[in-house]
Nanobody, 123 residues
Framework: QVQLVESGGGLVQAGDSLRLSCAAS????????MGWFRQAPGKEREFVAA????????SYPDFVKGRFTISRDNAKNTVYLQMNSLKPEDTAVYYC????????????????WGRGTQVTVSS
């Protein structure tokens, strides 16, 4: 079992920055890729970012490229999501996921999920 706990969400204004953290339990963290997804009210959960087990590969959808950066610290069992130039459309609950197998952008590729942290961006 792996437990994931997200933190760092909040209410910010458009153009501001936030850094989300996801702390993982278990010794297998450092051998698995991790990802971030988000879900806005009335919408499906969507892929935001992913990072390989050693941080050597990252992946983003076009709508966050150049604004969001995913990183990880395997010594701390933590993955981060730095979000800059936030927009009102970034408002959502952000979830981190523990990748098991498959494409990074597919939800079913993740075996465990955190409970999420709310990010609200006002205009």
């Amino acid at each position: 079992q792996v437990q994931l706990v997200e933190s760092g969400g909040g209410l910010v204004q458009a153009g501001d920055s936030l850094r989300l953290s996801c702390a993982a339990s278990g010794r297998t963290f450092s051998t698995h890729a991790m990802g971030w997804f988000r879900q806005a009210p009335g919408k499906e959960r969507e892929f935001v970012a992913a990072i390989s087990w050693n941080g050597g590969t990252t992946s983003y959808p076009d709508f966050v490229k150049g604004r969001f950066t995913i990183s990880r610290d395997n010594a701390k069992n933590t993955v981060y999501l730095q979000m800059n130039s936030l927009k009102p459309e970034d408002t959502a609950v952000y979830y981190c996921g523990f990748h098991y197998s498959g494409e990074y952008y597919v939800q079913n590729s993740y075996a465990y999920w955190g409970r999420g942290t709310q990010v609200t961006v006002s205009s």
